[in-house]
């Protein structure tokens, strides 16, 4: 069982009792737990999805419902919505097909210029693979002006090796170019260097050998590199972090409470600070899949991101751990802090009360 440390309480309170703050909280807490930021864990898990392929599958139909609910006067938002988000994304592919040989347009261009706001989001979000999910959520991090720092570090430091190759690789099919330039181009220093560290993709394979010489020796050079000397050595922290395999780390974190007075959590916060230092906490978290980490900023983003992204993977799983952490369903605290046409979808993502 996963206890909520008291600073994650603190934090809960603090944000009040309404609003996408609390929402955005406690879902990414319950995520973390649930393995949303730590997909690095377990590979092979299985899934459990809240949106599913349905039976008795007509593209064809669902395509001309499509259709009609656009041309609609005041457009049918609930018909697109009762359609896309009780879909698979594979079967979305299928009626966006359909749509086009019917319609003689794009369908995704037609969702576009009959939705707007939190809805054009979801459904736009919905439209996309996982990968390509992840691959456009980082390319409009690191666009324009200024950097989404945030988006940037949760997508990056929480993704396994393989997710991470199969991001690069769409990212270049869909931007015509290569994520690693353009991470190193938005991002400087130490950041940068674990960033890119991250999306080279160096993570050692998972072995059934444990070795605890290594797990010795990395524990103590974390510590000898951060809280034994005055200054950090972060180019080792970067090395031990983006490079050992998750099971290893997993062992090298807990034998690190051997050498220093502090977990790996309280050495980074004591360390480095800011973007580096919310980067080493996400990365901390994904390998031991308990949250004392509470992000700040665009709260309807982040909420849309984890059900979008997660409903046809586990959200099932955060459901449930959200009921178990807060005594409240996901459901019901969706439809609390969100209105209109936005919560129906997230409703119909969620697919139930609890």
């Not at 440390?5 to 973390?32: F, I, Q, W, Y």
């Not at 480095?272 to 899949?289: C, H, P, Q, R």
Request: glycine share 4%.
């Amino acid at each position: 069982m996963h206890e909520i440390c008291p600073e994650v309480l603190k934090a809960l309170d603090a944000a009040g009792p309404s609003g996408l703050t609390r929402l955005h909280n406690c879902l990414s807490l319950c995520c973390v737990i649930c393995n949303y930021t730590p997909p690095l864990l377990q590979e092979s898990e299985p899934k459990f999805p809240t949106v599913v392929a349905v039976r008795d599958f007509d593209p064809a139909k669902d395509a001309a419902r499509i259709e009609t609910a656009i041309k609609t006067k005041g457009v049918d938002e609930q018909t697109i919505i009762d359609i896309l988000t009780r879909r698979s994304y594979e079967q979305r592919r299928e009626i966006a097909f359909e749509y086009e040989r019917l319609a003689k347009k794009d369908m995704i261009t037609a969702l576009k210029g009959a939705l707007s706001g939190s809805l054009e989001t979801v459904t736009l979000g919905l439209m996309k693979s996982t990968a390509q999910y992840d691959a456009a959520e980082l390319k409009a991090s690191m666009k324009g002006l200024g950097t989404d720092e945030e988006s940037l570090i949760e997508i990056v430091c929480s993704r396994s090796s393989e997710e991470l190759l199969e991001i690069k690789k769409v990212y270049k099919e869909m931007f015509k170019k290569e994520l690693e330039k353009d991470v190193a181009g938005d991002t400087s220093g130490n950041f940068a260097k674990l960033l890119l560290s991250l999306v080279q993709t160096k993570r050692d394979e998972p072995s059934n050998v444990v070795d605890y010489e290594k797990i010795d020796e990395d524990a103590r050079a974390l510590y000898e590199a951060g809280v034994k000397r005055k200054g950090t050595d972060v180019a080792t922290w970067i090395s031990i972090m983006s490079q050992r395999s998750v099971p290893h780390l997993q062992k090298v974190f807990d034998r690190y409470k051997s050498y220093s007075p502090y977990d790996m959590k309280e050495s980074i916060r004591k360390e480095v600070k800011g973007d580096l230092e919310k980067s080493f906490l996400t990365l901390v978290l994904a390998v031991t899949s308990v949250s004392c980490f509470q992000s700040k900023g665009a709260k309807e983003k982040v909420v849309t991101r984890i059900i979008v992204s997660r409903c046809e993977v586990d959200l099932m799983k955060i459901r449930s751990e959200f009921k178990r952490q807060h005594g409240r369903s996901l459901y019901h605290t969706i439809t609390e802090h969100t209105k209109g046409d936005y919560q129906k979808a997230l409703l119909s993502l969620c697919a139930g009360d609890d």
